[in-house]
């Protein structure tokens, strides 16, 4: 019995020593602390770490707004030829003659052509003969034109701005028929030019230049009408020629000569008058010759062995002072609207009639040209 209970004490004593032993190995082996796994998560997550620097926008670079483009400005101006608004002195006070038709209907002489004439920045006509009460004749003369002052009413009734009054019959009622002749346009607002004045006349802010010459050859007479009007502020030049050989449908080799020497100086056109007849437009160094107008509205013959004519209109392109482009288209016109005689109401044409046709090769024209 006391075996017994020696053995189990024996035991006893084995098994808490044994528990004694394992408890001081959970022990730890130093001072330093543990970390859980959810503290080292932590920790390694909190670490510093370099902020990323946000990528910037792109500057959209404005759209530059971009210049006006100049443009040129367009003038249309119409050319007309020789413009009686009277009679010979010869056939004063009959019932043919231009003031007895017409008397003081002022609109009725352009009334066919106004259409035409109205819609352009300036018409020009040869005054062919003075406006003038004079009766102070040049001596040796054998037709003698006059035009009663009054009928400057029909130059503003067919809007007819500018007139030349460089021609053989303005000094047919002396000096006296020339001088009222400029005031009576003066005091009507239509501006005049001729070889001793130079006058300009202003439209769209552009200067339209011109001067006209009588029967001479003298180059240096024209190149320095060119020079004036330039020296003026002129953005375009309008030489005016009366000169050359009557009932001719051809221009003389002189006249040929004198109009590329007057554009090759610097006009920006070349208009010629005095043959009574319609002779061909050239296009010269890129710009246009009118050889001969013929006669548009004349009362200085009541009966008319070619009624042939044609309103001239060119547009003129300027910018910067100058003439950039031009083009010319020619309407073929009757100096009459009946079959015979003159009543001095100039119609047109029709497109495709013979008359017009035969208009087109006189001036060696067509419409393709335009």
Request: a negative charge.
């Amino acid at each position: 019995m006391l075996e017994r209970k020696t053995r189990f004490f024996v035991l006893f004593l084995a098994v808490s020593l044994f528990c004694l032993s394992c408890s001081s190995c959970k022990k730890p082996q130093n001072d330093e602390t543990s970390l859980t796994p959810s503290q080292q998560s932590w920790a390694t997550e909190t670490s510093a770490t370099p902020t990323p620097t946000p990528t910037p926008l792109p500057t959209e670079t404005p759209t530059p707004t971009p210049s006006p483009v100049p443009t040129p400005t367009e003038i249309l101006i119409s050319f007309i030829g020789d413009t009686t608004l009277g009679e010979q002195r010869d056939h004063a006070g009959m019932p043919y003659c231009f003031s007895s038709k017409v008397g003081d209907n002022y609109s009725y002489p352009f009334s066919k052509a106004l259409p035409y004439l109205e819609a352009d920045d300036m018409t020009l006509c040869n005054l062919e003969g003075p406006m003038t009460t004079s009766t102070s004749l040049r001596p040796e003369r054998e037709i003698y034109l006059k035009m009663n002052p009054k009928y400057v009413e029909v130059l503003k009734e067919g809007s007819i701005e500018c007139c030349n009054l460089a021609n053989n019959h303005m000094l047919d009622y002396t000096e006296e028929g020339h001088l009222e002749t400029r005031k009576v346009l003066e005091d009507a607002g239509i501006v005049w030019s001729d070889n001793s004045y130079y006058n300009v006349y202003e439209v769209k802010g552009v200067k339209i230049g011109m001067a006209g010459f009588n029967f001479t050859y003298e180059r240096s007479l024209y190149y320095n009408a060119i020079d004036v009007l330039r020296n003026k502020g002129c953005d375009i030049v309008i030489i005016s020629c009366h000169i050359g050989v009557e009932r001719m449908y051809e221009p003389e080799a002189s006249a040929i000569d004198l109009a590329h020497d007057i554009i090759d100086y610097g006009a920006d056109i070349y208009v010629g008058s005095h043959p009574h007849r319609l002779q061909p437009v050239e296009f010269y160094n890129g710009k246009y010759i009118i050889y001969s107008e013929s006669n548009f509205c004349f009362g200085g013959q009541p009966w008319l062995s070619d009624p042939d004519t044609a309103i001239f209109q060119c547009t003129f392109s300027v910018m910067d002072g100058k003439v950039v482009g031009n083009r010319m288209e020619c309407i073929p016109f009757s100096m009459r609207s009946t079959s015979d005689g003159n009543d001095y109401c100039p119609m047109p044409y029709e497109k495709g009639t013979e008359e017009y046709d035969r208009v087109m090769k006189k001036l060696r024209w067509s419409d393709e040209n335009e």
